[in-house]
Structures are given as structure tokens and as C-alpha cells.
């Protein structure tokens, strides 16, 4: 049986991702801090953390690993319908305090939380560097829906979604889907499978395929896939409408 590591404070070095225990599956390294520098190095190696409040901090990578491509992100028709009659909203990076925060709450199944006040700090602290995103999703003016991610070259890693009206976040995830498309990135890491994932095009791929694949996305020469939306939309909400609109590349500087 492999024995967990425990990271040195003093170093960002991770074990190698082989090494995560099959059961429970992904389980990698325990110990460490979340500062920047340590989150940054551990997404681009594949890794993520995950825990709750009193247990400590565990850093996972699963095998096999959930993903999807931007341009490869499905729309049904019923959604379709939907996003052309709704009166929702989407913005951009415009409160992602409030984002991070509405993910923190308890869900319906669990009072468990695994945003501790900890996590939302650090991620907080990610989005005050510009490597942290959020999609907001409004309905006149209120908050219902939105997702957070951290962007690397030309991958973005989920973190959490929530939705508080029908089909908010999977306006969220479309939304994303279409400005990560426009800004050239190739993947999407969604970590874990969920059926709501699925049914939006997300599939899984052998975590040996995923890690490397994250050696050339993420390189530091790589230019990051986020950028200011068209028209200043985080500070303007555009019609989520516009998702079914076909997206512009941004051009290189």
C-alpha cells in the first residue's frame, strides 16, 4: 500500500501523480498551505485541494479525470429554447466574493462544506492576482447562479458551481464555455464526473493522459485563456442570449 506524503512546508514539490491511492481514489499528499504559489504549481501538475473543516489539508488527483473542450461543450434543444427566452443575465469577474461565497453555503443533500473559510481566502487571493475567474448568472439584479475556476495558459480548472433558479448554472457553464472558446483555450478540468457534467459533453480521459497534456497547456510561455470579455462584460450583464452567438477568437497582441 502506497503511504500518504506529507508536503514540506518549505517546498512546492507534490509526489508524483501515480503514486494517489485508488481508494479513496485520487488521494495524493496531506499537509501543505494554500498559498498562491503552492495552488498554482498544484493545478499545473493535475492536482487540486479537498477537504472539510477539521480534517487536514488533502490534495487529490483521480483516475480517471473528468475534462471537456470548450468547443466541444453540448447544447440540447430544450436548452437552446431556453436561453433564448430567458431573462437572465451573465457577467464576468464581477463579484467573485459572492460566487465563492454562495458555493460555500450547504446544499440540500449536506450541511458539509468543503469551501472552508480558508479555501475562500485563498482562491480570493488568486482572483486579486488575475489567475481566479467567476461567471455570474443575475435575474434582475439578484444573483442566481455562477461558477469559479482558475485559468492557466490554456486550461481552465473548475472549482464550484451552485444555481438558485432552473438551469442557472448550466447558463454559467455554457457562458464559460463560449469565452474560454473565444480566448483559445482547449480544456476545461472538471475533476470529478456528475451527470449534470455529462450531460453538458464532459467525459474522462486516463489521469497519465491528463497530466501531460497540462505540461504544454500550462506552460509558463503560454498566454492565460482568460480575458476581458467583449464590451466589458463584467461590468456590463449581457443577455445570456449571446451564448448561442458564435465566438470571436481574440486576436494576439
Not at 468547443?71 to 437552446?80: F, G, L
Not at 467573485?96 to 460555500?104: D, E, G, K, L, P
Not at 459533453?201 to 467583449?230: H, K, M, T, Y
Request: aromatic share 8%; net charge negative.
Amino acid at each position: 500500500m502506497t503511504e500518504l506524503r506529507w508536503l514540506d512546508p518549505d517546498s512546492l514539490d507534490f509526489p508524483p501523480s501515480h503514486e494517489a491511492l485508488a481508494s479513496p481514489n485520487g488521494l495524493l499528499a496531506v499537509g501543505g498551505d494554500l498559498r498562491p504559489d503552492r495552488l498554482l504549481a498544484a493545478y499545473r501538475r493535475g492536482i487540486f485541494p479537498w477537504y472539510e473543516q477539521g480534517q487536514p489539508l488533502l490534495w487529490w488527483s483521480p483516475d480517471p479525470r473528468t475534462v471537456v473542450a470548450p468547443d466541444a461543450v453540448h447544447i440540447s434543444r430544450s436548452m437552446r429554447k431556453f436561453l433564448r427566452k430567458t431573462p437572465l443575465r451573465i457577467t464576468f469577474d464581477r463579484d467573485f466574493a459572492a460566487v465563492i461565497r454562495a458555493c460555500a453555503e450547504p446544499r440540500d443533500y449536506t450541511d458539509a462544506t468543503w469551501i472552508t473559510e480558508e479555501m475562500q481566502q485563498a482562491y480570493l487571493e488568486l482572483h486579486r492576482r488575475g489567475m481566479a475567474h467567476s461567471v455570474e448568472i443575475w435575474d434582475e439584479g439578484e444573483l442566481v447562479g455562477g461558477l469559479y475556476g482558475v485559468a492557466l495558459g490554456k486550461a481552465f480548472f473548475g472549482e464550484s458551481m451552485f444555481s438558485r433558479r432552473s438551469n442557472a448554472s448550466k447558463t454559467a457553464f455554457l457562458a464559460l464555455a463560449r469565452h474560454l472558446q473565444a480566448g483559445g483555450c482547449e480544456l476545461i478540468d472538471c475533476q470529478m464526473p456528475t451527470e449534470h457534467l455529462q450531460s453538458l459533453g464532459a467525459n474522462e480521459i486516463p489521469r497519465a493522459a491528463f497530466v501531460a497534456v497540462l505540461q504544454q497547456l500550462c506552460d509558463i510561455r503560454v498566454r492565460d485563456c482568460w480575458s476581458r470579455p467583449p464590451g466589458d462584460a463584467g461590468i456590463e450583464a449581457v443577455a445570456a442570449a449571446s451564448i448561442l452567438d458564435e465566438p470571436t477568437p481574440e486576436r494576439s497582441i
